[in-house]
């Protein structure tokens, strides 16, 4: 039991991760086509929250294992767009790292919240909620970001799209199609090198400094340990 509870502990994040940030992020895709005029995802049902509507089984195990992942593509018909197609799809695409970043300005909130409840009741709870939230915001964060890499099929290489010559944006919608194998190669990339994840974590510590200072008024950013969470009682 001693060594189920560290395992858990690890991976409780992650777990809320796949129900919370992935169907928001799939969820900010369909919304904002929707508003430039493409309803697929609305009648496809994916304009919802649910997590059972956007998780797909590759992507969930690998923001388990690897701390990376991604969900469901909500579908989109570039045609419906109000506005020129490449620029509907950038906007499109670019909302889902915006709202894993807005989740994450939110998570700093709530873990300095909770951190401030903790000192002032020594409750071992908010000194878990204080972790908790903070490892879910910087998660999102490193999501936002490995996202924005431009690579097909991530969000990034659908945003890069927008500003390249016709040839090259050819190109990239032919890398679609092998967009299964291309995350494939990404993630074995990044285990065998971590080449992805300095990349991505030197944004991430960017980030963590800015949503502390625009969070100034809840004091410094602080979070426990984990061994001294697991210790706790």
């Given at each position: 039991m001693d060594n189920i509870l560290p395992t858990i502990i690890n991976y409780l994040p992650f777990a809320l991760m796949v129900i919370i940030s992935l169907p928001f992020h799939e969820f900010a895709h369909g919304f904002i086509a929707n508003k430039l005029g493409d309803d697929t995802a609305y009648y496809q049902g994916r304009l919802t929250?649910?997590?059972?509507?956007?998780?797909?089984?590759?992507?969930?195990?690998?923001?388990?294992?690897?701390?990376?992942?991604?969900?469901?593509?909500?579908?989109?018909?570039?045609?419906?767009?109000?506005?020129?197609?490449?620029?509907?799809?950038?906007?499109t695409s670019l909302a889902g790292p915006v709202s894993n970043l807005i989740l994450s300005?939110?998570?700093?909130?709530?873990?300095?919240?909770?951190?401030?409840?903790?000192?002032?009741?020594?409750?071992?709870?908010?000194?878990?909620?204080?972790?908790?939230?903070?490892?879910?915001?910087?998660?999102?964060?490193?999501?936002a970001f490995f996202n924005l890499l431009p690579i097909?099929?991530?969000?990034?290489?659908?945003?890069?799209?927008?500003?390249?010559?016709?040839?090259?944006?050819?190109?990239?919608?032919?890398?679609?199609?092998?967009?299964?194998?291309?995350?494939?190669?990404?993630?074995?990339?990044?285990?065998?090198?971590?080449?992805?994840?300095?990349?991505i974590g030197f944004f991430g510590r960017i980030f963590l400094w800015l949503f502390d200072k625009i969070t100034f008024f809840m004091g410094p950013a602080v979070v426990i340990s984990i061994d001294s969470l697991i210790n706790f009682g």
């Open positions: 929250l649910n997590p059972f509507a956007h998780l797909d089984l590759f992507g969930t195990l690998s923001m388990i294992l690897f701390g990376f992942g991604w969900a469901k593509p909500v579908p989109v018909n570039p045609s419906r767009f109000k506005c020129n197609m490449r620029l509907g799809m950038a906007l300005l939110l998570f700093m909130v709530l873990s300095k919240g909770a951190f401030l409840l903790a000192v002032q009741t020594q409750n071992d709870f908010f000194y878990f909620l204080n972790w908790l939230c903070f490892e879910i915001m910087y998660t999102n964060i490193l999501l097909p099929p991530l969000d990034g290489s659908r945003i890069l799209n927008y500003f390249l010559p016709y040839k090259a944006q050819q190109f990239f919608d032919k890398m679609e199609f092998y967009s299964q194998y291309i995350l494939i190669g990404i993630l074995i990339l990044n285990r065998t090198t971590g080449v992805l994840s300095t990349i």
